[in-house]
C-alpha cells in the first residue's frame, strides 16, 4: 500500500474524529454547563502534552543546535495546525529580536488562509512538495509538520521533502501511530482524545499543539542564551508598554533602580541585551555590543567572559 493511500484512513478510526460521550446532548445544555464541559475536556490537555516531554526535549535541542549554526525553524501545517504555525513564528522576533528568517512558516493555501478557510488545497501532496521546495531546506534547517490527524497529504510531503534534502524533521500530532509521525525523524503525539465538538480539532488538539509550540521556540531560544534567568533580555523594545516592561527587566535581572536602568537602556540605543552586559560588567555600550557578538547573543555567557577578561 503506498503512503499516500495509508495517510488517508477513514477518519472515524482516529481519536481526534470520534464522539466524546462527556458531550453527549451539548445542544441541550446550558451555558454554564457548555463551558463546564468544555473546561473539564481542556483539563485533560497538558497531560496528553506531558507524554510527550521526551520527544519534545529532543526536538528542542535539535532547534537550538539547528539555530546556532545559523539554520532555520520551518513550520508547515495547513488549517488550524497551519495558523498556529504562523502565529508562533510571527511572535519569535519581537519576542526575542531575532532574524525574521530564522523561524518560518508554510501553510497549505498561502497567507490568503491565515483569515479564510482554503482547506482544500491540504489534499495535494504536489502543492506541499513544491511550497517545501520554495524554501530550499538544507541539512542545516528543521522542519516541523503540524497536523491534529497526522495524516494531512499536503504536510506529509512537505516533511517527506525536506528530509530528502538533508533536514532534520519534528511531527506534531494528536494521534499516535500516523503517517506523519512516520515520515518524522521526532515524532511528537499529544493524544488529547475526543474533542467536545466531534471532529473540531481547534479546541483540544489545537490548544496542544500550541503548547506545545511554546516549549519548542521558548526551549530553543533559552538553550541558545536568548532568556536571563526567565526575563525576555532580547525583547524588542517597539512601542511605550515594552520599554516599560524593558526598564523593569533590567531592574529585576541587576537589582538596580529604576533611574539607573532607565539610563543605561537609553545609552545601550535601547537594547535590553547590550544594556544589561553594560550593567553587569561596567562596560561601555560598544564592548557589551561586541560581547554580545562574541557570545552569538547568550547574555549570560558575554557577562562571564567579560568579567574573566577584566579579572
Do not use: W
Not at 482516529?14 to 454554564?32: F, G, M, V, W, Y
Not at 533536514?167 to 494521534?175: E, F, H, L, Q, R
Not at 488538539?205 to 541558545?224: D, H, P, S, Y
Amino acid at each position: 500500500m503506498s503512503l499516500k493511500r495509508r495517510s488517508r484512513p477513514n477518519l472515524n478510526r482516529l481519536r481526534t474524529e470520534t464522539t466524546n460521550p462527556a458531550s453527549t446532548d451539548l445542544d441541550q445544555k446550558s451555558a454554564i454547563e457548555i463551558a463546564t464541559i468544555i473546561n473539564t475536556e481542556d483539563a485533560k490537555v497538558a497531560g496528553a502534552v506531558k507524554r510527550g516531554l521526551p520527544q519534545i526535549a529532543r526536538a528542542i535541542d535539535l532547534i537550538a543546535s539547528s539555530l546556532r549554526q545559523g539554520g532555520r525553524l520551518i513550520y508547515v501545517g495547513s488549517g488550524t495546525s497551519g495558523r498556529l504555525g504562523a502565529l508562533d513564528a510571527s511572535e519569535i522576533p519581537p519576542t526575542f529580536d531575532t532574524d525574521p528568517r530564522a523561524v518560518q512558516y508554510i501553510i497549505a493555501g498561502g497567507p490568503a488562509a491565515l483569515a479564510a478557510s482554503t482547506e482544500a488545497s491540504e489534499d495535494s501532496r504536489e502543492l506541499g512538495r513544491s511550497e517545501m521546495a520554495k524554501k530550499k531546506p538544507t541539512r542545516k534547517d528543521v522542519v516541523v509538520g503540524l497536523a491534529a490527524s497526522g495524516r494531512t497529504p499536503f504536510t506529509i510531503a512537505a516533511v517527506e521533502y525536506a528530509r530528502s534534502r538533508g533536514s532534520k524533521t519534528v511531527a506534531v500530532a494528536c494521534n499516535p501511530n500516523s503517517p506523519l509521525g512516520r515520515a518524522a525523524h521526532i515524532s511528537i503525539v499529544a493524544d488529547v482524545g475526543p474533542e467536545v465538538l466531534t471532529g473540531s480539532t481547534r479546541m483540544k488538539a489545537g490548544t496542544a499543539q500550541k503548547m506545545i509550540l511554546n516549549m519548542l521556540t521558548t526551549g530553543a531560544m533559552t538553550r541558545l542564551g536568548y532568556v536571563y534567568g526567565n526575563l525576555m533580555v532580547h525583547v524588542d523594545l517597539k512601542n511605550k508598554k515594552l520599554s516599560e516592561r524593558g526598564i523593569g527587566i533590567l531592574e529585576r535581572a541587576t537589582g538596580t533602580d529604576r533611574e539607573t536602568a532607565k539610563r543605561a537602556l537609553q545609552q545601550s540605543g535601547n537594547s535590553v541585551s547590550v544594556a544589561l552586559v553594560m550593567l553587569e560588567t561596567s562596560l561601555g555600550r560598544a564592548s557589551a555590543s561586541k560581547a554580545l557578538r562574541d557570545a552569538a547573543g547568550n547574555v549570560r555567557q558575554a557577562i562571564r567572559k567579560s568579567r574573566s577578561r577584566s579579572s
